[in-house]
């Protein structure tokens, strides 16, 4: 019932930027944490940045300083901001949310990735 829906992805040079969006839609009591995961090829899937519904943040520390994660909650949508891209980013990016589709429960979503590639 909840679709997680993520754009933004693409090409970009270092130093360059790019936003990545994941909207959530569908049977949606409430959000909790929204947040944004990574995997680069034979690497493992970390994480790069999560925001709770109050407002809290962390972000891993190879891109603190660079990434910037907001939501908006009117619209169920989380955003990455990647500024002074490194070719070390390049990965698939995934969105995970913590949702609750009714008042007592609450299960982890994901996106179904989108690619970011930077080039030296």
């Known amino acids: 019932q909840v679709q997680l829906v993520e754009s933004g992805g693409g090409l970009a040079q270092a130093g360059g930027s790019l936003r990545l969006s994941c909207a959530a839609s569908?049977?949606?009591?409430?959000?909790?944490?929204m947040g944004w995961y990574r995997q680069a090829p034979r690497k493992q899937r970390e994480l790069v940045a999560a925001k709770t519904s109050a407002g809290s943040t962390d972000n891993t520390d190879s891109v603190k300083g660079r990434f910037t994660i907001s939501r908006d909650n009117t619209k169920n949508t989380v955003y990455l901001q990647m500024n002074s891209l490194k070719p070390e980013d390049t990965a698939d990016y995934y969105c995970n949310t913590n949702i609750s589709t009714t008042s007592w429960d609450i299960l982890p979503y994901w996106g179904q990735g989108t690619q970011v590639t930077v080039s030296s």
């Open positions: 569908g049977s949606i009591f409430s959000i909790n944490t």
